[in-house]
């Protein structure tokens, strides 16, 4: 009979990073990857707060020369970058990363390798990014980019190319991120934590993560088609051959209005999490926050056109969009009811975490109010593109997230270090950055009405604006003095803080539940969850029950269903890894190469990214990876997918809205076009020989899932011969699509018709090789006897994947070849 | 926005509505707020089920109707904006980084739109490079300016002045120096400065004569016009009429002889990154040329 003495002592030599240097960068551990997502994102935090600075120091006085027009753009540029997608987003993530299992009683991440590949990605694209300032050519198109602005005649050099690329290298980290939340939600549970009892937190990271598989893909080819325009001379977005330079509003707004709120819907879930914990009383309305949480991702898809108010859309047709914009008004409001219901139904308790949070609901009510204002078409007018909408950015996103962020420091801190903050010095750090805030935007509400447009290095003097910048830059400056301040308490409490324990709060949720800091396997014990919060329930925790010999011999963690989290399985979780850091330096290797247009790197970038993943994805040879079942009744029941095969569900729907914008940019540009479609001199593509490679691709999905049944049933054989026959039928598709390249009468730089039917089914023929390439890593496995009928994940992904290439390429041959026909 | 003119007075009541509106919902809620957080002894007891249909009711109902009540007034508001009418007068606005073009038929004028008080002015705008945006907070909202397509707005100021208008979209490393003056003047006033500025140069002479000379042996004939001279080049603003017009370098400097002088003499300094090089020109062509472009009236 094991102690519980002993068995956390195994946990610990089972779990633990080796505490080296090798160790600090194989770590797979979540909360380690997730204190140093936040570090991170902190530094870029200051980064872009000490750009704005300099901005705001350059506003100070009318006409000062501090600096130049360009330097001035390139500041704005990259505060706006760095804010969003290197502060706001990972920051976020990080705490996501920290938090979730621990408030869902889970061990790790559902793919623990992946959490740290996205984190080396993350860091290496923020890094990519900000050598644009030794290499001198620091992007200055704004943080939305504007084509033709953008474009290769207009912004010469590799500035553009660093802002453009970093995004997309970006992405990946966010896309992989996004998987992992929803996987790591959707079936890592503690038992009984049914989707009604899930902290709100959780849920809204699992809904920002769902958002972010559907927003990521419209950066990732607005981006993309840029690069193209920019490096061969495509013609998406260039109005005198058969594009629009709106077309690129489009797609970044797609993207852009519902990044908005994935950066403000996690700052929600921090706030949901610490309103209850400070009014000592369960929330109020926790339905209705869950419901406003989705409908505010939803209705955030409908509402981009309102960045675009004053490009020209007929005023009737903007109507929609502005009623959808000022719909949000209602989840809005059923959030802020219910926060401000429960401290009313509560005995609300100061805290500086509380401070802020109380902060952060008056000025998001500021935001609130000028957005509700900003849909209405006549006021946006008036007010786009000045300082108006600066300020009532800010108050969204200043006093929407970082306020919020600021709270859940000095509330999870202590959590994460073991020590509470200085409450004094807590208080004076909330004091100078509330007011240094008011002070910093409220004015700009005002010199926005008089005239202030955005974006401008310096303005003529003489009238109220001098003042009301004036007053702008001293709110900056007070804004930085409250970070000192924040960061001399984070430096002070590290050594002198009061110990915090497991639960200095009183609070309600599981992370609560173990110790400050949690040791690495976060629980000895899984617990077993009956409401929504079980730290406030009467009497201890109950454990999950877990052979004791699983438990201490690999790691592993509880899966349970998606909605009732039944227990299922116990999921093993790999162990730490070089892998993912050397998969994401191969990845900077092939995005260093694109920057350079050097492309014998781009090469090299593609073989090593091939090769790691090869490495990482390789089974281990001392254990196989099986799920063992808890109890064959309760499989029974609920014969669920593994996470794996989530996993690669998600990554095939990201994957299929890129797909989607694709075609869509297709149908948008031809439904635009002024003369015919395709254009004069391009020939509709001919139809009989794609018609038989259709039939080639999609005849092929027969043998793979009939290969997949026999594989189920242990019969190797039938595996092998289905997926050769498979990928003959694969390779004569690519080889009808090869003939018909060499055939065509226009070219990708003709015009943009060219460029749209080169880049989509060139895009598809890389899904298709890729598809191949993993049966030909199948066949190799099989050969090896790496399946058998329980063990064949791996077959059921690449089926999904062979499935889905074939799905689309429907959607993409009927727009391709048969629309041109009945568009006009 | 002062409300001095057309649209931006036809807005005036329906943003006044809207930031009432806003401020009464925002005192609303923070006294809600404030009520909320007095200290109280113990919470109260609130079933899960009527905690929510307070939530619903607060947070849900009320929002939606006064978000319903906004969006018709909204409507109502653009639907004025919008309405069709007719042009008295129409101008092609053409814009460049980083100056703007007015085209009144042959009269060509840069960076000073004039119309006359009272009448409908329809613009018709349209870029030359990359988008950018047309705003006159005074007059009337926003109309962005895009290439290879036509945006069309209108413009009418109720009194005479002078109103300041800017590029409000970012359109590169000159955009805080891409503004415009809209004079509006009587009609009469108005007609006399429009035939004006549809007249060739009138001849220069003395020191004015010796100017033009500069001016059609340097760099300056290759992107400027001066109409009645062999300079046609249209990549920079027409200078036909220079001296009749109050900006220099689309709102950098004031046009006077002295601020003329300092311009010519190096551009680059007062708007770095500008289209316009510097001459290197010496002191006696520098005067030459201000005495030439000072006499172009």
Redesign the interface.
């Given at each position: 009979m094991q102690t519980a003495a002993s068995i956390e002592r195994q946990l610990e030599r089972l779990w633990g990073t080796a505490p080296d240097e090798a160790g600090w960068v194989t770590t797979t551990d979540h909360k380690s990857i997730g204190m140093r997502y936040i570090a991170t994102g902190f530094i870029f935090f200051v980064l872009g707060g000490l750009e704005a600075l300099a901005m705001r120091t350059q506003l100070a006085r009318p006409g000062l020369e501090l600096m130049?027009?360009?330097t001035y753009?390139g500041l704005f540029t990259m505060h706006g970058t760095t804010m969003i997608f290197l502060f706001a987003t990972p920051i976020l993530s990080g705490f996501g990363n920290y938090l979730v299992p621990l408030m869902i009683g889970a061990r790790d991440m559902a793919f623990p390798r992946l959490n740290a590949f996205g984190y080396w990605i993350f860091v290496l694209a923020g890094i990519f990014m900000y050598l644009s300032f030794p290499a001198s050519s620091v992007p200055?198109?704004?943080w939305f980019a504007?084509v033709?602005?953008s474009g290769a005649a207009?912004s010469p050099g590799t500035g553009m190319d660093f802002w453009t690329l970093g995004l997309v290298f970006l992405g990946i980290a966010t896309t992989a991120g996004a998987i992992n939340f929803i996987v790591t939600i959707a079936k890592l549970r503690a038992p009984g934590m049914s989707i009604d009892r899930m902290p709100l937190f959780v849920w809204n990271i699992l809904v920002t993560a769902i958002a972010m598989l559907f927003a990521i893909p419209s950066l990732t080819v607005a981006a993309a088609l840029l690069e193209l325009d920019r490096y061969i001379g495509t013609h998406f977005y260039d109005?005198?051959a058969g594009g629009d330079?709106?077309l690129w509003q489009h797609l970044f707004w797609i993207f852009g209005h519902p990044d908005v709120y994935i950066i403000f819907m996690p700052a929600v879930g921090m706030v949901s999490s610490i309103v209850p914990v400070f009014?000592?009383?369960t929330m109020?309305?926790?339905?209705?926050l869950v419901v406003a949480s989705i409908a505010t991702i939803v209705i955030s898809f409908g509402v981009w056109v309102h960045h675009m108010f004053?490009?020209?859309i007929a005023?009737q047709a903007?109507?929609i969009f502005?009623?959808a914009s000022?719909?949000i008004?209602?989840p809005?409001?059923?959030?802020?009811?219910?926060w401000?219901?429960t401290?009313?139904?509560?005995?609300?308790v100061w805290s500086t975490a509380f401070l802020f949070v109380?902060g952060f609901?008056?000025l998001f009510?500021?935001g609130g109010?000028?957005g509700?204002?900003v849909a209405?078409?006549?006021?946006?007018?008036?007010v786009?593109?000045?300082y108006f909408v600066v300020a009532h950015l800010h108050y969204v996103l200043f006093g929407g997230m970082v306020f919020p962020l600021f709270g859940a420091f000095y509330y999870w801190l202590p959590k994460m270090t073991g020590r509470l903050l200085d409450e004094r010095l807590g208080v004076a750090n909330f004091a100078t950055m509330f007011v240094g805030f008011n002070l910093a935007f409220f004015p700009m509400h005002i010199s926005g009405?008089?005239?202030m447009?955005?974006?401008?290095?310096?303005?003529?003097g003489g009238g109220a604006l001098d003042l009301l910048n004036l007053l702008s830059t001293l709110g900056a400056y007070l804004i930085a003095l409250s970070v000192v301040i924040f960061l001399a308490n984070v430096a002070w409490s590290a050594r002198r803080g009061a110990l915090a324990g497991a639960d200095p709060w009183s609070a309600n949720t599981l992370e609560w539940a173990t110790a400050s800091p949690p040791p690495a396997y976060d629980f000895a014990r899984i617990p077993v969850v009956r409401s929504r919060d079980p730290l406030w329930e009467r009497g201890p925790l109950s454990a999950a029950p877990e052979p004791k010999e699983l438990l201490t011999s690999r790691r592993e963690t509880l899966g349970t269903s998606v909605v009732e989290a039944a227990t299922e399985t116990f999921l093993r979780l790999p162990g730490d890894s070089l892998a993912p850091a050397l998969a994401a330096a191969a990845v900077l290797v092939l995005f260093a190469g694109l920057l350079l247009k050097f492309l014998i790197a781009v090469a090299i970038g593609v073989a090593l990214v091939v090769a790691t993943v090869a490495v990482w994805l390789w089974p281990s040879r001392e254990t196989p990876r099986r799920h063992v079942p808890a109890d064959r009744a309760a499989r029974a029941i609920a014969p669920s997918r593994a996470p794996g095969w989530w996993g690669m569900a998600l990554l095939v729907a990201t994957d299929a809205t890129m797909f989607a914008l694709l075609l869509s940019s297709y149908l948008y540009l031809g439904s635009t076009a002024s003369g015919a479609w395709p254009p004069q001199g391009s020939e509709r593509p001919a139809i009989a020989m794609p018609i038989l490679g259709t039939l080639l691709l999609l005849a092929s999905s027969v043998p793979i899932a009939w290969a997949e049944a026999g594989i189920a049933r242990g019969e190797r054989r039938r595996l092998l011969y289905g997926l050769v026959i498979a990928a003959l039928g694969g390779a004569g598709f690519l080889a009808v699509q090869v003939r018909e390249y060499l055939q065509q009468t226009f070219a990708p730089q003709t015009d943009a018709y060219g460029s749209l039917f080169f880049t989509i089914t060139s895009f598809h023929g890389a899904h298709v090789v890729v598809a191949l390439l993993l049966v030909g890593v199948l066949v190799l496995r099989a050969t090896k006897r790496h399946f058998d009928a329980e063990r064949h994940l791996a077959v059921q992904n690449v089926a999904l994947y062979w499935h889905f290439v074939g799905a689309v390429w429907v959607f993409i041959f009927a727009t391709l070849y048969l629309a041109p026909g009945v568009m006009r | 926005?002062s409300g001095a003119g057309g649209a931006?007075s036809t807005?005036t009541p329906?943003?006044v509505l809207?930031f009432a509106l806003?401020g009464l919902?925002?005192a609303a809620?923070?006294a809600?707020?404030a009520?909320?957080?007095r200290?109280?002894?113990?919470?109260?007891a609130?079933a899960?089920d009527r905690?929510?249909r307070?939530?619903?009711l607060?947070?849900?109902a009320?929002?939606?109707v006064?978000?319903a009540a906004?969006?018709v007034a909204?409507?109502v508001?653009?639907a004025s904006?919008?309405a069709t009418r007719t042009a008295d007068l129409s101008v092609d606005v053409v814009a460049h980084?980083w100056w703007w073009e007015f085209r009144y038929g042959g009269a060509v004028v840069a960076n000073e739109l004039h119309v006359p008080v009272g009448e409908r002015v329809e613009l018709r705008l349209r870029s030359a490079?990359?988008?950018h945006?047309f705003?006159v907070?005074?007059l009337q909202?926003?109309?962005?300016v895009?290439?290879?397509?036509t945006?069309t707005m209108w413009l009418s100021a109720a009194r005479a002045g002078r109103f300041?208008g800017?590029?409000?979209?970012?359109?590169?490393?000159?955009?805080?120096w891409m503004?415009l003056i809209v004079v509006a003047e009587p009609r009469g006033e108005f007609e006399s400065w429009l035939a004006r500025q549809g007249e060739e140069r009138r001849p220069p002479s003395g020191g004015a004569a010796e100017g033009e000379r500069v001016f059609l042996a340097h760099v300056c004939v290759s992107c400027h016009t001066i109409r009645g001279t062999p300079a046609a080049a249209t990549i920079a603003p027409d200078l036909t009429h220079l001296a009749t017009r109050s900006l220099l370098g689309a709102?950098v400097l004031p046009n006077r002889r002295d601020t003329l002088r300092d311009w010519l003499a190096d551009p680059q300094h007062f708007k770095?990154?500008s289209l316009m090089p510097n001459a290197s020109l010496t002191d006696a062509e520098l005067d030459a040329l201000v005495a030439y472009l000072g006499s172009l009236d």
């Open positions: 130049d027009g360009a753009n200055q198109n704004g504007y033709p602005l207009h109005g005198a330079p709106l009014a000592r009383r109020v309305g926790y339905t209705a004053a490009v020209g005023a903007l109507g502005s009623a000022m719909l008004a209602i809005a409001g059923l959030q802020m009811a219910a401000i219901a401290i009313w139904a509560g005995r609300p109380v609901l008056v009510l500021v109010l000028t509700v204002m209405s078409v006549p006021f946006d007018w008036q786009t593109d000045s009405m008089l005239g447009p955005r974006r401008v290095y310096t303005y003529p | 926005m931006a807005v329906f943003v809207t806003a919902v925002f809620v923070v809600g707020l009520i909320a957080l200290p109280r002894a113990a919470p109260l609130l899960e905690g929510l307070i939530v619903l607060f947070g849900g009320v929002p939606a006064l978000v906004f969006f909204s409507l508001a653009t904006l919008t980084q490079d990359v988008i945006s705003w907070p005074e909202g926003k109309t962005d895009l290439p290879d397509r945006n300041d800017v590029c409000s979209e970012f359109c590169g490393v000159q955009h805080a503004r709102g770095p990154g």
